[in-house]
C-alpha cells in the first residue's frame, strides 16, 4: 500500500510524518524535476507500507514546480506513485481554507483520511469542530482528530489508514466535480469559488465558535518583529547570534575532526607496508573523507538555527520584511538566510536554499551564494594580508590590515548582489515570480522535527556531495602523487644524493624531499604548464600549483604553498612560512610577492570556486552538471579579470 | 466603494470585491479570497511592502503586485473618505 501525505502549509505535516514513520525515512526523486521526494515507511500490525511526505500547497492545481508534482502524480492513476490511500493533514484553526484541497483530493476518487490537526490550538481559540457533522458530508472519508505535536492520534491515524474504504466510488462533495488542466485558468476559478461556497455553508454547521475574537498575541508581537527599525534590529542579532555559535562552537569539534584525521592516517601509513596502497589509504582517501566529515558541525549547527526559526514561525517574518530589498536583484526574502549562511560556510548555505519554491529566485540564490566569502577563504585572506600589506593605521583609529579584510568582504557582497542583478536579466522562465506567504502563529519550536531537519541535512550531504568530495580528493591525490615516467623518482634521488654532503637535518631533507616531488608530480607540471596564463596576474608556477591544489578547498592553498617552500605546516601560525615567501624571488630578481601580485591573488580567491564540496552540493540541489559549471565557469572569469586589473593597477 | 486592496491601509476592513484577471486568480481565490470574503490589513513591511492581511483565520502576507489584482469594498464611511 501508499500512503500519500499532502496538506497545506504549516499544518504540521512533517509533524504527523516524522510521528508516523520516525526514523524510517529517507529522501529521493521524484523523477525528471528538482523536486526531493521524502519518503518513508510506517508499519501498521506487522505490514509495512511506504508513505510519501508530498511538498505542501493549498490546490491540487499547481504554480510551482514543488506544487506540480502533486498534481502530476494524483492526475494519474498509472503514475508510479499513485497513492492507495491519501492522509490529508488539515489545521483545526482554519478549518475553511484546508477543506478546499481535501474535498478536491475526495473528488478524485481517492480514498482518504484526514487528520485534523492542531486540536489543542483551536480549542485554544475556542473552536470547536463537530467531526460526526463533518463525516456525513464526507461519508467515505475516515476523520481524525490529531495532535501531531503532543503525539496524539497515532494509533487512531494507523488504524484509520488501514480501514480506509478502498473501494472508492463515491458521490464527490462537490456536484460534477472535474479536474481542470493546469492551464485552465477559468475552470480553476470556476471550481474553487463553487467548493468554498459548499465548504462555507459545511464550516457554518459544523464549526462554532465560543470564545470572541481578540486582537491576537501574534499580530502584537508581529508588529516589533516587523517594525522599520526593531525589525531589521532584532534579525542582525539573531543573525549574530547564529554566527558566533558557528564560528565559536563549529571551530572545536571541527579541529577534532581534522586532528583525528591526520592522527588515524599516520596511524595507517605506520601499519602498512610502504607502497602506493599505504598513500592511497593515507594520503588520498583519510584525508578525502576527513574533508567531508570537517563540514558536518557546520552544517549541524547552522541547520539547527535555521529549523529553529523556522519552526518557531519567525523565518516567514524574515521573508517579510527582506522581500522588498531583495525584490530589484532578482532574489527573494527568502534568499536572506541562504546568503548569510554563506558566510559561515556556501554548503550548508545552498542548501538552505530548498525553502525558496520559486524555481528561478533559488537558482540565482545558489548561483552568487559562493561569492560572500565563507570561514575557509579566512586563512587565505591572513596570510596574504600579513605577507603584503602594511600594518599602519590611518586616521589613527583604522588598521589598514583590518579594512582590506573589511574590503574582502565587501567585494565579495558586493559580487554577489551585482550578479545576481545580471542573472535576473538573464534567466528565462515561464514561472512569474510572486509572493503568497501565510505567516504562521508563533509555536514553541517541535526538538524531534528539528532533529530530524538536521539528521536529514548531514545524511544527504554526506552520502550525495560526500561521493563528489572523496573521488575528487583521489584524483587530486594522485595528480599529486604521480608524475610522467621517472622524473619524480630522479629528483627525489638528486635531493637525496646532494642531501648526504650537506648538514641537513633528516626532517629537512624529507620537506626538501616533499617539495621537489610535488613539483615533479602531475599537479606540478600542470602548475608549470598554466604559468603563462597566470603571469599576468602576477603569479608563478608554484602559486599555480597551490591554485590547483587549493581547488580541493581554499585553505589548502596555505598547506600548498607551505610544502612547495618546503617549511613544516606548524598549524595555523606559518610565521615561518611568511618569511620564506617574503624572500621568494622571481628570475629577475624581484620579489614575488608585492603588494600588487598579493593583492591580486587575494581578489581571485575572493572570487573564484575553489571548493569541490560546494561544486558537489550544487549539482545535487539543481540535480545537474549544468549549473555548477556554469557558476564555475563565470567565478573563474570574473576572478581572472579581478585579480588581473588589480595587479595591472598595482604593478 | 471600491478600492484597490494595495491602496487599503492597516487597520482597515474590507471585503473582497473581484480579483483581476491573471494566472495568480486562482490561486488567490484557493487561498480564501473569494468574493464577499472579509479581510482586515494588518500591517506592512517596512518599506510598505509586502502587506500582510487577515484572511479570517489565518495572515497572508503578499507584494502590493498581488494586491492591486484584488478590488474590494470599503464598508461605509471610512476615516479614508476625502
Known amino acids: 500500500m501508499k500512503i500519500a501525505l499532502l496538506g497545506n502549509p504549516n499544518t504540521g505535516k512533517s509533524s504527523i510524518f516524522n510521528l508516523l514513520t520516525g526514523m524510517r525515512q529517507h529522501v529521493g526523486n521524484f523523477p525528471g524535476v528538482t523536486v526531493d521526494k521524502k519518503e518513508g515507511t510506517v508499519k501498521i ?5 511506504s508513505i510519501i511526505d508530498f511538498p505542501g500547497t493549498y490546490s491540487v492545481y499547481p504554480r510551482s514546480k514543488d506544487e506540480q508534482v502533486v498534481y502530476d502524480v494524483l492526475s494519474n492513476s498509472a503514475h ?7 492522509l490529508v493533514v488539515a489545521d483545526a484553526t482554519n478549518i475553511e481554507r484546508n477543506l478546499l484541497l481535501f474535498s478536491q483530493i475526495y473528488d478524485l476518487n481517492i480514498p482518504c483520511v484526514l487528520a485534523l490537526n492542531m486540536r489543542d490550538l483551536a480549542k485554544g481559540k475556542g473552536i470547536e469542530i463537530d467531526i460526526t457533522a463533518l463525516e456525513v458530508a464526507f461519508p467515505a472519508a475516515k476523520i481524525v482528530e490529531t495532535n501531531a505535536r503532543a503525539g496524539f492520534g497515532k494509533d487512531r491515524l494507523l488504524n484509520a489508514l488501514e480501514t480506509a474504504d478502498r473501494k472508492s466510488v463515491h458521490a464527490p462533495f462537490l456536484p460534477n466535480a472535474k ?4 492551464e485552465d485558468y477559468k475552470a480553476q476559478e ?17 464549526k462554532k465558535v465560543t470564545l470572541p475574537k481578540k486582537q491576537s498575541f501574534d499580530t502584537k508581537l508581529d508588529r516589533i518583529l516587523v517594525h522599520p527599525i526593531f525589525g531589521y534590529v532584532i534579525f542582525s542579532a539573531i543573525l549574530l547570534i547564529i554566527f558566533q555559535f558557528i564560528f565559536a562552537v563549529a571551530t572545536i569539534p571541527m579541529d577534532l575532526i581534522d586532528g583525528s584525521f591526520s592522527k588515524f592516517s599516520a596511524y595507517i601509513s605506520s601499519l602498512l607496508p610502504q607502497g602506493i596502497l599505504s598513500d592511497l589509504i593515507a594520503q588520498g582517501i583519510i584525508p578525502g573523507i576527513g574533508g567531508v566529515v570537517v563540514f558536518v558541525p557546520q552544517i549541524a549547527l547552522l541547520f539547527f538555527f535555521i529549523s529553529l526559526l523556522e519552526e518557531s514561525g519567525y523565518l516567514a517574518r524574515v521573508v517579510f520584511i527582506m522581500d522588498r530589498i531583495m525584490r530589484p536583484l532578482g532574489l527573494n526574502g527568502k534568499s536572506v538566510v541562504p546568503l548569510m549562511s554563506s558566510v559561515a560556510c556556501a554548503i550548508p548555505g545552498v542548501m538552505a536554499t530548498r525553502t525558496i519554491s520559486d524555481w528561478k529566485e533559488r537558482l540565482i540564490t545558489i548561483l552568487v551564494a559562493p561569492l560572500m566569502s565563507c570561514s575557509a577563504r579566512i586563512p587565505v585572506y591572513t ?21 582590506v579584510l573589511f574590503g574582502l568582504y565587501a567585494l565579495g557582497l558586493f559580487a554577489a548582489l551585482l550578479i545576481a542583478f545580471i542573472l535576473k536579466q538573464t534567466i528565462k522562465t515561464k514561472e512569474k515570480g510572486y509572493l503568497l506567504l501565510e505567516l504562521p502563529s508563533f509555536k514553541p519550536p517541535q526538538w524531534k522535527n528539528v532533529g530530524m531537519v538536521v539528521w536529514e541535512k548531514l545524511r544527504v550531504f554526506v552520502t550525495d556531495a560526500g561521493k563528489v568530495i572523496l573521488a575528487i580528493s583521489i584524483i587530486l591525490w594522485a595528480m599529486a602523487t604521480f608524475g610522467p615516467s621517472n622524473q619524480m623518482q630522479l629528483a627525489e634521488k638528486n635531493v637525496r644524493q646532494s642531501a648526504k654532503h650537506s648538514t641537513l637535518s633528516k626532517a629537512e631533507t624529507e620537506q626538501k624531499v616533499a617539495a621537489i616531488r610535488l613539483e615533479n608530480s602531475y599537479i606540478g607540471i600542470l602548475g608549470k604548464t598554466i604559468e603563462p596564463v597566470i603571469r599576468p596576474l602576477g603569479y608563478d608556477w608554484k602559486i599555480g600549483i597551490s591554485l590547483i591544489t ?10 600548498s604553498l607551505a610544502t612547495i617552500y618546503a617549511v613544516q605546516d606548524d598549524g595555523g601560525e606559518n610565521k615561518r612560512l611568511i618569511d620564506r615567501l617574503r624572500e621568494d624571488k622571481r628570475a629577475d630578481g624581484k620579489p614575488t610577492y608585492t603588494l600588487a601580485s598579493g593583492v591580486s591573488l587575494m581578489i581571485f580567491y575572493v572570487f573564484a570556486m575553489q571548493c569541490m564540496a560546494t561544486l558537489a552540493v550544487v549539482k545535487r540541489e539543481t540535480k545537474s552538471w549544468k549549473w555548477p559549471l556554469i557558476q564555475i565557469g563565470f567565478m573563474a572569469a570574473l576572478a581572472y579579470t579581478g585579480a588581473w586589473i588589480a595587479y595591472t593597477l598595482l604593478a | 466603494m471600491q478600492k484597490l486592496l494595495s491602496t487599503i491601509r492597516p487597520g482597515q476592513h474590507v471585503t473582497v470585491a473581484s480579483i483581476q484577471d491573471s494566472f495568480l486568480k486562482p490561486k488567490l481565490m484557493e487561498m480564501g479570497l473569494v468574493i464577499g470574503k472579509e479581510i482586515e490589513v494588518l500591517f506592512c513591511a517596512p518599506l510598505g511592502d509586502p502587506i500582510a492581511i487577515d484572511v479570517q483565520g489565518y495572515v497572508l502576507s503578499l507584494r502590493l503586485e498581488e494586491a492591486a489584482l484584488i478590488q474590494v469594498n470599503v464598508a461605509g464611511q471610512s476615516k479614508d473618505f476625502s
Do not use: C, M, W
Not at chain 1, 190 to 206: G, N, S
Open chain 1, 45 to 49: 500490525k506487522g505490514e509495512t507500507y
Open chain 1, 80 to 86: 508510479k506513485d499513485y497513492p492507495s490511500v491519501a
Open chain 1, 179 to 182: 479536474l481542470a488542466a493546469v
Open chain 1, 550 to 559: 587549493s581547488f580541493a578547498a581554499r585553505e589548502v592553498f596555505v598547506g
Open chain 1, 190 to 206: 470556476a471550481e474553487a469559488a463553487a467548493r468554498f461556497e459548499h465548504i462555507q455553508l459545511l464550516v457554518q454547521k459544523i
Open chain 1, 383 to 403: 596570510l596574504l594580508i600579513a605577507l603584503v600589506i602594511p600594518n599602519k593605521t590611518l586616521f589613527h583609529f583604522f588598521n589598514l590590515q583590518g579594512l
